[in-house]
């Protein structure tokens, strides 16, 4: 069942860890969301919350729209 609710996108993102999925698919691991948050921007990319009901969420690095 699709959400209607748009993803979060960078410091929309509220949980304190996230499951970061890197570019290329593989998955980076469980860490802080301020970690994750400094990976993507390093990348010049935004971090999107992509399960945000997943116990922690899948966060992906991503250009977003």
């Known amino acids: ?11 929309e993102i509220r949980e304190k860890e996230v ?9 980076l691991g469980i860490m802080p969301t301020s970690q994750a948050l400094n990976i993507a921007a390093e990348k010049k990319l935004d971090l999107v919350n992509i399960a945000p009901s997943a116990k922690p969420p899948f966060a992906s690095c991503m250009q977003s729209a």
Request: charged residues 30%; aromatic residues 0%; without cysteine.
């Open 1 to 11: 069942n699709i959400s209607s609710k748009e993803n979060q996108i960078n410091e």
């Open 19 to 27: 499951r970061v999925i890197d570019t290329d698919g593989s998955q």
